[in-house]
């Protein structure tokens, strides 16, 4: 019981990141459909709130601590570094860069959240102990392999029959973004800083989770207060940016859908089980699982969607994978360690 105690977390973030993975995917055909990212944003959070709230009332009405104009503010904050303004600067960021770009920028989300957690004491280091260098070991392979996942393509490892008509779209895609005003230097510069400042942002994001936490120790109530304060955040960017009423019609049943799961599932739940993951298990252990979604979508577009996969892909996902059992392993030494003394 113990033994299953302790891979729950372990569980979690892989059901977390397999349920970003499918967002990721609808989202992508929808933004090929022309459906506005702010729009798309504000409509999730908006109906993740709606529906967390009355779980958060049911379930937590005889246990939730009180609600204090502080908690209040961190709340507030939460819904700025995780969702509504960090999204939008990492939309940004792909816009004025590229899409390939910016997962680098994402993917060194764990190494910032743990460089970050030391000052504040959520994460210690001992570099003699076997767990402090494994630490290390692993937080450096994992974050090797994603920018080899990102930045290094490869031969492709499928014969070019496979997926020529997705390559062609693709082509034509890159060469559009090629000859577009967002490859000037000052576009690419104001890219660069949005994702710099996201990543930032959402690395700030786990630490800040990790405080709120301990003081209000109900995941369901305070993801449904985030989310509704990221909701009207991201209304007000929207609104702010000039985007006409007719930008809020969604069409077709697609869109609709993906709305739904993508609120419900991708901002809701998800929401809910990484604070949860947070507060047992650390921030640094929890953002670790950030480049398991882009190898997730990889290996799903591949059966799927007839994407073609690469030799860096493959090469970047297992030394990811390596990163990440090492990091697991001198988390959970540690933790017996801790025990022990």
């Known amino acids: 019981m113990e033994n299953c105690n302790e891979w729950k977390p372990f569980a979690a973030m892989i059901a977390i990141d397999f ?33 967390l709230a009355p779980i958060a009332f049911i379930s937590e009405r005889n246990c939730r601590p009180r609600l204090t104009f502080r908690i209040l503010c961190y709340l507030f904050f939460s819904a700025i570094l995780g969702a509504s303004v960090t999204q939008y600067l990492y939309l940004l960021g792909i816009q004025y860069t590229s899409a390939t770009f910016a997962c680098a920028f994402l993917n060194i989300v764990p190494v910032v959240t743990f460089i970050m957690a030391l000052p504040f004491g959520l994460e210690s ?20 392999g994603a920018l080899l996942l990102t930045l290094y393509k490869g031969k492709p490892l499928f014969n070019d029959n496979y997926c020529d008509h997705h ?23 104001v890219g660069v800083i949005a994702l710099i400042v996201g990543t930032l942002f959402w690395a700030s ?3 800040l989770q990790a405080n709120i936490g301990k003081r209000y ?3 369901y109530s305070s993801t449904a207060i985030m989310t509704s304060f990221a909701a009207i955040q991201s209304a007000v960017l929207s609104f702010s940016t000039g985007h006409t009423l007719s930008m809020w019609l969604l069409k077709g049943k697609l869109q609709i859908l993906t709305v739904l799961f993508s609120g419900m599932v991708g901002s809701g739940m998800c929401f809910v089980g990484l604070s949860w993951c947070v507060k047992k298990k650390g921030p640094l252990f929890t953002s670790a699982f950030s480049p398991l979604v882009q190898i997730m979508v990889a290996f799903i577009d591949v059966p799927f969607l007839h994407e073609q996969l690469h030799l860096g892909s493959l090469i ?7 990163g990440l059992y090492i990091l697991l392993w001198a988390n959970k030494k540690e933790m017996q360690n801790h025990v022990t003394v």
Not at 29 to 51: E, M
Not at 175 to 186: D, E, H, M
Not at 316 to 322: D, K, N, P, Q, R
Request: include cysteine; aromatic fraction near 8%.
């Open 205 to 207: 994001w786990f630490i």
């Open 125 to 144: 280091v001992n570099i003699k102990s076997k767990s402090g260098k494994g630490k290390i070991i692993g937080t450096v392979i994992c974050i090797g």
């Open 167 to 189: 390559h062609n779209v693709e082509s034509s895609a890159i060469l559009k973004v090629a000859n577009s005003p967002a490859r000037n230097a000052k576009r690419w510069s």
């Open 316 to 322: 970047g996902s297992i030394l990811v994978m390596i």
């Open 19 to 51: 349920a970003f993975a499918l967002v990721n995917i609808l989202v992508k055909k929808l933004l090929q459909d022309g459906i506005n990212h702010l729009v798309f944003i504000t409509y999730r959070l908006t109906i993740s709130a709606l529906f």
């Open 217 to 219: 120790p109900c995941q």
